[in-house]
C-alpha cells in the first residue's frame, strides 16, 4: 500500500542535479509560466530568495513585518511581491513594502522573482493556493488552518504533493517556534514520561474579536474591478456580495470553522507532534453558540481524539472564559499536559516540568526553556531549511495529522456523529 504522509518521513531536499533531472517532467505539470523560476530550493545562503505574500489583511501585514525584520537581522530575503483581493488593501502594502502588486494569485506565482509564496487568506483559499505555489515551483509558508473544515480531500493531496516535490513548505503554527515543545518531544522520546497514554491541550480567551472583530475596511465596497468576489468565494457556495462576509469572513461557516481550526491549531500540533501519533481512530466533538450569536461558527468547541496508540488527546475551548489565561506559552490558551504511565510533562512558572505518577520511583524535574515563539523565527526557520536543510518547526506531514483531526472534530460535531479514520482507504467516516 502506498505510503501516506502521516508516515513522518523528514523533508526531502531537492538537490541541483535532482532539479536539472526532473526540470523538464516538472515543468510540464505546472499550470503558469516558469521560464526564469528558481525552482527547488535555494542553493546557497548567498542567493537571494523573493519572497511574496498573497492576502493583505492584518495577519498578511504581520507577514510582512516579519519578513523585514529577517532581512534587518541579516537574512538574505527581500518580499518582491504582493496580492490581494481587494485593490485598496493591495496598492496600501505594495506602497509601504516597496512591492510588486498583483490582484492575481496565478500572476504573482509567475513572476521569477518569487522564490517563496506566503499565505495569509481565508481559511478556504489555503490549500488550493498553496497547491498552485508549489506545482508552479515556489517553497510556500501557509497560514493555519492549511485547508477548511470541509475540504479533506484537498489535504490529503496537498500533503501528497508536497512528498512528492519536495517543496518546503512551513505551516503556520508559529508557536511550534518554542523551543519548550522540542525539548518536551525529545524528554517522551527519552521515556521519561513511560508509555504515553493521555494529552490536555486547549485555547480559552474572553471576546470574539477575531471574528465579529474583523475591521470592514470600507461599508460601502462593491464587487468590480477594485473587489474580486468571485476570487474570494474559491470553491465555497456561491452568494450574493455581502461586505460583511467579504472582511469578517471568519464569522461565517463557508470560510471558517470557528475555534476548532481557527485556533486548535496552535495547540494541537506540538502535542500531535510531541507524540509522535499518526491518523486518529475516531473524534467525538460538542460546542455550540454559547454566548456570542452575532456569528455562524460556534464560540464554544471540546474534542475528544482517540489514537490507534492506545492514546486519547482532549482539546477543550471557549471563547467566553479566558482562564488560565496568558499561561500557554505567549498567547491566551491551556498549557498542555502530556501524560504517560510514569508521570506528566507540562509547563508550569517558565519552566518544563515533570511531575512523576503515584506508584513511580522518578523524582520531580524542572527544565530551563532555550527559547520562545516568534512569527519572525518560524520564518527564519523556513528560509534555514531553504538554505541549509534544517527541519521544518511545522511541515506538512505534521499539519496533514492535525488537520484530519480537527476537520473529523467539524464534521461529526455538525452531523451529531462519531467521527472515524478508514485508514486502508484514507478517508473519513462518518
Known sequence: ??????????????????????????????????????????????????????????????????????????????????????????DKRAEQYKAKPYMDHQELLADPNVDVVGIATPDHQHGYQALDAIRAGKNVYCEKPVTHWRQFDLTKELAEEVKKTGRAVQVGAQGMSDSAWRQIKKLVREGLIGQPIHAECGYFRVGDWGERGMSIDDPNAQPGPDLNWEAFLGDSPKRPFDVSRFFRWRMYEDYSGGPATDLFPHSLTPVIDILGVGMPSRVVATGGKFRYEEREVPDTCNMLIDYPEKITVAVLGTQGNDYPGTGGRGAPGRIPLIRGWDGTLTIKEGKIVFIPAHGTDKKEQSFDIENGESTERHWQNLVDCITKGDELYSPMDLAFRVQTALQMGVLGFREGKVAKFDREKQKIVL
Open 1 to 90: 500500500m502506498k505510503r501516506q504522509p502521516e508516515d513522518r518521513e523528514q523533508t526531502r531536499f531537492i538537490t541541483r542535479r535532482e532539479f536539472v533531472r526532473d526540470a523538464g517532467i516538472a515543468a510540464a505539470a505546472v499550470g503558469v509560466a516558469t521560464s526564469g523560476v528558481r525552482r527547488g530550493f535555494a542553493q546557497s545562503p548567498n542567493e537571494r530568495i523573493g519572497i511574496g505574500i498573497i492576502g493583505c489583511g492584518g495577519r498578511g501585514g504581520n507577514h510582512m513585518d516579519a519578513v523585514d525584520k529577517i532581512k534587518a537581522e541579516g537574512a538574505n530575503v527581500e518580499l518582491v511581491a504582493v496580492c490581494d483581493a481587494y485593490r485598496p488593501r493591495l
